[in-house]
C-alpha cells in the first residue's frame, strides 16, 4: 500500500520523541511491504527534497514557510500552503498515497485538505491535545481545541495511543465510533538490557525520572518522596540542553524544592541527552519513576529491564501492570511514592521479578512490527470501504 504520513513538524529525521514515533512506525509499515513516503516541513535550506532512509522510508521536504525552524504555536498559517503542495505532488506525479496518515493537528489539517481533493482516506494522530479554551476566549478565531474537534470529526479515523487519550478526544467532541486505540511501541533493538550504562555508584540506589522540566510532570512530588528513600539518588533527564540549564526556570525551581526537603545532594538534573545514549541511561537506574505525561519513557525503560513506579492515572495505568511490572501509587501523594521507592529499592528479588516481567511486556506488547501491523489493518479497512463506496456509486450511474 501506498502511504503518506504528514508530519510537518516533527521528521523522522531529527530527534525527539514524536520524531522516533513516526520514524520507528514507517520504517516497521515498509518492512511489512509497505510503500512509505513521510512529508515533512523543510526547516534547513540545505536539506535534499528528498531523502531516502537506509531502511527503505522516503522523506519529502515541503516547502512551506521559511525554511528554518518554526515554533509549533506558529507553524498554523503555513498549512494551506503545505496543503497546496501536497495536492500538487499527488496530483502531478506518478505516485499517488491510497492513505494519508496525520501527526499532530496541524498536520492534520493540511492532509484533510490536500486528501479531499483527490479522495483519499485520512487517518489521524494527535499524540496530544490541547487544553480546552474557556467559552469567548479567542473571539479572533478558533482555539486549538476547535480545530481538533473539527479535524476528528473530519477525517476517516482516529488513531488514540491509549484509553485516557480515548476520554480526552470523546470529551472534545470526536465521536467514539471514529476512535481506534493502538498503542505506541519502542525499539526492543535499541532499548535493551544488554549494553553500556552510565557511570554510577555502586552503593547507592539510582532513581530515574525522564521528561521536561515542568511542573505537571511531576517531578516535585518524587522530589518530596526521596525523603523516605534514604541513601538512594534521584537523577532526572531532560528539559534543556546542559549549557542551558543553569538559568533554566524549571530547573531553579526544582532546585530550590530539593533544598527545602533537604535531599538536594542526592538530586540531579542531567539536561537533554541525545536519544541514542537514552539506553545507557536506563540500565544504570534501579527503577524508573514515571507519570502519565511520558508513558513512551516507561516503555523505554520497560525495554532496557527496568521496573516502574507510576501514578494511577492517565496512559500509565494501562502500560504498567501493577504488581507484576511496576507499582502504581496514588496520584499527588508523596508519602505513598516515596514508601514505594524504599519497598522496591530495598527488595533486590522483587525488583528481578519485576524486571524481567516489565522486559517481556515491552516486547511481546509494544514491538514496532505489532504496532505497524494494526494501523496496517486500519488503513486496509479504510481502503475497502473507499472502494466499496466507489463501486456502489458506479452501479448507481
Same mark, same amino acid.
Given at each position: ?13 531529527? %530527534?525527539?520523541?514524536?520524531?522516533? #514515533? ?17 512529508? !515533512? ?11 531516502? !532512509? ?55 489539517? &493540511?492532509?484533510? !485538505? ?69 498503542? %505506541? ?66 530547573? +531553579?525551581?526544582?532546585?530550590?524544592? /530539593? ?36 508513558? #513512551?519513557?516507561?516503555?523505554? &525503560? ?14 500509565? *495505568? ?6 507484576? !511490572?511496576?507499582?502504581?501509587?496514588? /496520584? ?23 524486571? *524481567? ?11 514496532? +512490527? ?28
Amino acid at each position: 500500500m501506498r502511504i503518506a504520513m504528514i508530519s510537518e513538524q516533527a521528521s523522522p529525521l531529527g %530527534s525527539g520523541d514524536q520524531h522516533a #514515533h513516526v520514524a520507528e512506525l514507517s520504517e516497521a509499515l515498509v518492512e511489512l511491504g509497505h510503500d512509505v513516503r513521510v512529508y !515533512t516541513r523543510r526547516d534547513d535550506p540545505d536539506a535534499a527534497e528528498v531523502v531516502l !532512509t537506509p531502511s527503505g522510508v522516503r522523506v519529502v521536504h515541503v516547502a512551506a514557510g521559511p525554511a528554518q525552524p518554526v515554533p509549533e504555536d506558529l507553524l498554523l498559517p503555513h498549512m494551506g500552503e503545505f496543503a497546496r503542495v501536497l495536492s500538487e505532488q499527488w496530483r502531478d506525479s506518478d505516485w499517488a498515497p491510497e492513505v494519508a496518515h496525520a501527526h499532530f493537528w496541524t498536520s492534520g489539517l &493540511a492532509a484533510v !485538505t490536500a486528501a479531499r481533493q483527490i479522495g483519499i482516506p485520512v487517518v489521524q494522530s494527535f499524540h496530544e491535545l490541547g487544553a480546552v479554551e474557556p467559552h469567548g476566549k479567542n473571539p479572533q478565531g478558533p482555539s486549538r481545541s476547535g480545530y481538533e474537534r473539527a479535524l476528528g470529526r473530519a477525517v476517516d479515523r482516529v488513531v488514540a495511543q491509549t484509553q485516557d487519550e480515548v476520554r480526552g478526544l470523546v470529551r472534545i467532541g470526536v465521536p467514539r465510533a471514529r476512535l481506534s486505540v493502538v498503542p %505506541s511501541g519502542v525499539n526492543s533493538d535499541r532499548f535493551t538490557p544488554e549494553g553500556p550504562s552510565v557511570p554510577r555508584d555502586p552503593e547507592r540506589p539510582r532513581i530515574l525520572s525522564v521528561g521536561k522540566l515542568v511542573e505537571r510532570k511531576g517531578f516535585g512530588d518524587v522530589i518530596q518522596a526521596m525523603r523516605y528513600v534514604p541513601g538512594a539518588e534521584m537523577i532526572v533527564v531532560g528539559g534543556p540542553s546542559p549549557e542551558q540549564l543553569p538559568g533554566d526556570p524549571g530547573a +531553579k525551581a526544582l532546585r530550590a524544592m /530539593a533544598e527545602q526537603f533537604q535531599v538536594a545532594d542526592r538530586f540531579k538534573l542531567v539536561g537533554a541527552v541525545p536519544r541514542n545514549d537514552m539506553p545507557s541511561w536506563y540500565r544504570s537506574a534501579d527503577l524508573l519513576v514515571g507519570n502519565p505525561w511520558e508513558e #513512551h519513557s516507561a516503555l523505554e &525503560a520497560m525495554a532496557c529491564g527496568v521496573p516502574i513506579i507510576g501514578t494511577a492515572e492517565g496512559a500509565l *495505568t494501562e502500560t504498567v501492570v501493577d504488581g507484576l !511490572t511496576g507499582d502504581l501509587v496514588p /496520584a499527588r501523594d508523596p508519602r505513598a511514592m516515596g514508601g514505594a521507592l524504599r519497598r522496591l529499592v530495598n527488595d533486590k528479588v522483587r525488583r528481578f521479578t519485576y524486571a *524481567t516481567a516489565a522486559l517481556d511486556r515491552a516486547r511481546q506488547a509494544y514491538s514496532w +512490527k505489532r504496532v505497524a501491523a494494526q494501523v496496517g489493518s486500519i488503513y486496509s479497512s479504510l481502503r475497502r470501504t473507499s472502494s466499496s463506496v466507489e463501486a456502489s456509486t458506479e452501479a448507481v450511474a
